[in-house]
């Protein structure tokens, strides 16, 4: 089992950039797919990027290619969520999580709390 820990939201204006983090707890950090979710108001959640467990591969949404970089540091238990070109629709609560998977699947086991990320316009 791993537990998850989300930080770096906040609020930050179009065009800016954030940088999330995923601290998890254990050693077994790299048996992982990491992947990140995100959820908006009045909206289902929906997939933004996974990564497999060496972090030699990953997968990103059309809606945030070219603006959003997924990485991990196994060393360090961490994965990240690098968000550049942010916009107002990018604004949701961003949520980690593991899986026993490949980077292909939806379906993850793992879940951390949450991150607020809100774009102003």
């Known amino acids: 089992q791993v537990q998850l820990v989300e930080s770096g939201g906040g609020l930050v204006q179009a065009g800016g950039s954030l940088r999330l983090s995923c601290a998890a707890s254990?050693?077994?950090?790299?048996?992982?797919?990491m992947g990140w979710f995100r959820q908006a108001p009045g909206k289902e959640r929906e997939f933004v990027a996974a990564?497999?467990?060496?972090?030699?591969?990953?997968r990103v949404a059309d809606s945030v290619k070219g603006r959003f970089t997924i990485s991990r540091d196994n060393a360090k238990n961490t994965m990240y969520l690098q968000m550049n070109s942010l916009k107002p629709e990018d604004t949701a609560v961003y949520y980690c999580?593991?899986?026993?998977?490949?980077?292909?699947?939806?379906?993850?086991?793992?879940w951390g709390q949450g991150t607020q990320v809100t774009v102003s316009s």
């Open positions: 254990g050693r077994t950090f790299n048996i992982y797919t």
């Open positions: 990564i497999s467990t060496s972090g030699g591969s990953t």
């Open positions: 999580a593991a899986s026993v998977n490949s980077i292909l699947s939806y379906n993850y086991q793992y």
